[in-house]
């Protein structure tokens, strides 16, 4: 049995001696060429199984998905109030009616607005007879019946009379009044033409006019608000690194959840000069088109600003943030020059988002760029430097 398993266990020995052999015999990766800031490694080298290039890719002038809320335009709304006291004896219009300016929004019973009147009616006589009165000293002191002072206190009468009239006719005229009103019933009208979009009046209900109050809307609010809803103001909450892709003017798209097939142009028109110091968000201001007022105050959508045509020549290219290394606080990446091919640049870079980072110079659009293995490359390039940290 021994003599049978000797060439059995021989020919074990041989094959693993051959092995060995082969193994030591395989051939080593061919070395990577260094020349300048370039390395080269020949077709077919494994190394290149390590890397990953990928093209650089303009970069977008756009900040994308951000939520605003929509609201009423300051520009376009009005809050009435009434200027009078009294008691509301009706109410011309309801909630999403349309007024042009001037058009009459309640009818208020005032004692104040009576008095307006009476006020002016007043004063207007009074001038009429202090004229007349004028006119007939002047006539007597012509005729030597009258003395000088009688003239001269007919007319500093007259003038009195006149700066009450005057007096009288403004305040009714801020009450949108005239001496022709038969009664003492007040118009509240609204100065602005657009849509009712709120109403906090009813007949019967006692206003005064104090509760225009400007510090305490809270508890005061307004009898009627007006406002134009074809044009509506949005409020976009913007991270302190979209701060470089927006400026007043821009244009901005937005799209709501309501309308999804549908999409809304509008620009930016203002930005806030300073950040939330709890968000770390500025607040964004633009004015949005609200063709057929499908759009609604208050309601939250999704924002874009556009890209700016005009300088996507300036904005440079995005790439992957991973393709980016720093050493001595100076940013580097791997450009493949041709297959097999890389050569190392120094970039100008900007703030790192959603995996991207923005490059303003050294690279240009659609140059291959090596998205994984660079670290690999620049050990190769520069051994004596070995502690480049990959972003």
């Not at 300051?74 to 009434?82: E, G, I, K, L, S």
């Not at 019973?109 to 207007?124: K, Y």
Request: with cysteine.
């Amino acid at each position: 049995m021994k003599n049978r398993n000797l060439p059995l266990g021989f020919l074990a020995l041989l094959g693993l001696a051959g092995c060995g052999r082969e193994s030591a015999q395989a051939p080593e990766p061919p070395a990577p060429k260094v020349s300048g800031q370039t390395v080269s490694y020949p077709a077919g080298a494994p190394q290149l199984a390590y890397l990953t290039v990928h093209a650089a890719e303009p970069r977008r002038l756009a900040v994308t998905h951000l939520t605003g809320r929509l609201y009423l335009s300051d520009d376009a709304t009005v809050r009435v109030f009434t200027p009078v006291a009294g008691q509301v004896t009706a109410v011309d219009v309801d909630v999403g009616q349309a007024v042009s300016a001037a058009s009459a929004l309640a009818e208020i019973s005032s004692p104040d607005f009576g008095q307006s009147l009476a006020d002016a009616r007043s004063a207007e006589a009074n001038l009429n007879a202090a004229e007349k009165t004028l006119a007939r000293s002047r006539d007597l002191f012509d005729h030597g019946a009258a003395a000088a002072k009688d003239v001269e206190a007919a007319q500093a009468a007259y003038g009195v009379a006149s700066a009450e009239r005057d007096r009288a006719a403004a305040r009714l005229t801020l009450y949108h009044g005239s001496e022709a009103n038969a009664n003492q019933v007040y118009t509240l009208r609204t100065p602005l033409g657009g849509v009712v979009v709120e109403k906090n009046i009813n007949p019967g209900q006692e206003v005064r006019a104090d509760q225009m109050l400007a510090n305490a809307t809270n508890l005061f609010a307004p009898l009627f608000v007006v406002s134009d809803p074809t044009k509506l103001w949005i409020q976009v909450d913007a991270a302190e690194t979209d701060l470089a892709d927006l400026q007043p003017g821009q244009r901005i798209r937005i799209t709501s959840k309501a309308f999804p097939a549908k999409a809304f142009d509008g620009t930016v028109s203002n930005i806030g000069p300073s950040l939330d110091p709890t968000t770390r968000t500025v607040r964004v201001r633009g004015v949005v088109e609200n063709p057929g007022n499908l759009l609604k105050a208050e309601m939250y959508v999704s924002v874009d600003v556009l890209r700016d045509e005009s300088k996507v020549a300036q904005a440079g290219v995005e790439v992957p943030s991973k393709a980016i290394f720093t050493i001595d606080r100076n940013s580097f990446l791997f450009v493949e020059l041709s297959p097999g091919k890389f050569e190392r640049r120094q970039v100008e870079i900007g703030t790192e988002k959603d995996g991207k980072v923005p490059v303003q110079a050294g690279v240009g659009a659609g140059q291959r760029v090596v998205t994984e293995g660079g670290l690999l490359l620049q050990s190769v390039l520069d051994p004596a430097n070995l502690t480049p940290v990959a972003r």
